[in-house]
């Protein structure tokens, strides 16, 4: 709890009060790629402190061979673009670059430094966790940016459910870099859609991440902790036994 207040308060110092407006024409997005890069780096001081870069899926690879666990969330992401893209070319291209920053800076401090955290509670209690905290964030939008209510409400069960579904993906592949790609591109495509995607849609994603992140965290329960290098090609689909039960 104390670190996600520290990192929000951190994000709404520097967007609010540290740094001045920063969207040129140039590059819309600057102000969000400059705040989310400068928490970045901060998260990555706390972890290379505790000497948790790697433990943490930050600094690793992980497993690239589960990698394709990641797929059925990128065709998600995917799925909100068949409707096109808004905006002209710099403002898309802007959106891309600010939202790889956002990707980035809340994977590395929600299921990096976050997850990595509670870790200890067993891995359905810690992907709960970083799923209520990580949903909880986003009432920032409401309290602070004037998002209205009620669609922030549903943006927080929206990003819980995600974060449970990437919480799963990071004890399975012990790397954070598959959701990065995740998380940047399903932010880019729903943000840069011309329109909403139907409510039925919607639904049935929030069952598929609940679902898919429970199948995750049954099946290679705590994945987190990484053999040696020269183990992780032999080890990479073999399910660890004393790892199975979840607490």
Known sequence: MELTLAWHTALLLFAKVILPPLAPSWFPGLGATVVNAICL?????????????????????????????????????????LAGLDGSTTVVVSSLVSLLWVGLNEEVYSRGLVQQTLTPLGPLRAATGV????????????????APLDDTLWQMLSAGLFGFACAGLRFAIGSVWPMVLVHALDDFFQIRSPGSAPDGWQVAVYVFHAAFGWW??????????????????????????EAGALD
């Open 131 to 146: 799923a209520v905290l990580f949903g909880a964030g986003h009432l920032q939008n409401y309290l602070f940016f004037g």
């Open 216 to 241: 995750l965290l049954r099946r290679y329960g705590s994945g987190d902790t990484l053999p040696s290098q020269g183990a992780v090609a032999a080890d990479d689909d073999e399910r660890p036994e």
């Open 41 to 81: 780096a901060g998260v990555w001081c706390v972890l290379w402190r505790w000497g948790w870069l790697r433990v943490s899926g930050t600094a690793t690879l992980g497993r690239p061979r589960r990698w394709w666990l990641a797929a059925p969330m990128l065709l998600i992401a995917g799925s909100y673009a």
